[in-house]
Nanobody
Framework: QVQLVESGGGLVQPGGSLRLSCAAS????????MDWYRQAPGQQRELVAA???????TYADSVKGRFTISRDNAENTAYLQMNSLKPEDTAVYYC?????????????????WGQGIQVTVSS
């Protein structure tokens, strides 16, 4: 079983920065994609940024040029650096990781979600 622990959220003023982390633990063989999603009150969960095992990144148009996704494969950790934050970035942020684990029955694919972390941008 793969568990994800998110950290780094909080309250920040408009124009400020935060760095989110998502650390995975368990019998992980490899992590293919690392994604960050967010969900604001009354809205659907949306993809914010994604990074492949090869380092290819994609971003939602609303965060391009302000957010940067990265990964540390040795530590099985994903990061989301958020700069120039706006009130409309306020949401619960979730990480999602997909990859392979070593189970008793052999290699198994996994897809796990973090518990969610609140980011509030307000003056």
């Amino acid at each position: 079983q793969v568990q994800l622990v998110e950290s780094g959220g909080g309250l920040v003023q408009p124009g400020g920065s935060l760095r989110l982390s998502c650390a995975a633990s368990g019998s992980i063989l490899s992590i293919n994609t690392m994604d960050w999603y967010r969900q604001a009150p009354g809205q659907q969960r949306e993809l914010v940024a994604a990074i492949t095992s090869g380092g290819t990144t994609t971003y939602a148009d609303s965060v391009k040029g302000r957010f940067t996704i990265s990964r540390d494969n040795a530590e099985n950790t994903a990061y989301l650096q958020m700069n120039s934050l706006k009130p409309e970035d306020t949401a619960v942020y979730y990480c999602n990781l997909e990859g392979l684990t070593l189970q008793v029955m052999g290699v198994r694919a996994f897809a796990s979600w973090g518990q969610g972390i609140q980011v509030t941008v307000s003056s």
